[in-house]
């Protein structure tokens, strides 16, 4: 399975999507929003959109997909019954 997300510029907030259309719709009214705050350039872009993958829908899969979401919003979950710590 594929998610993906964008990151703010100072890596504070984090939007996460199931599809890639539903990313670029959130980054297409963004910008507009952006518009009215007189921005020069569009705030996101298609490049800005990153790929989180989740190879199988198992426990050790999952547990493995909230450690990358933990370490996308700024914080760690460890699961020491997948990492090596040695």
Request: hydrophobic content about 35%; some cysteine; charged content about 30%.
């Amino acid at each position: 399975m594929k998610f993906y997300y964008i990151e703010d510029v100072d890596h504070f907030n984090c939007q996460v999507f199931s599809t890639k259309k539903a990313a670029l719709d959130w980054i297409k009214s963004s910008n507009n929003r952006s518009r009215e705050y007189d921005y020069d350039e569009p705030l996101f872009t298609e490049e800005d959109i990153q790929v989180m993958y989740v190879p199988h829908l198992t426990k050790k899969s999952l547990l493995s997909a909230f450690i990358d979401i933990s370490m996308i919003v700024g914080s760690k979950i460890y699961a020491p019954e997948i990492e090596d710590y040695n």
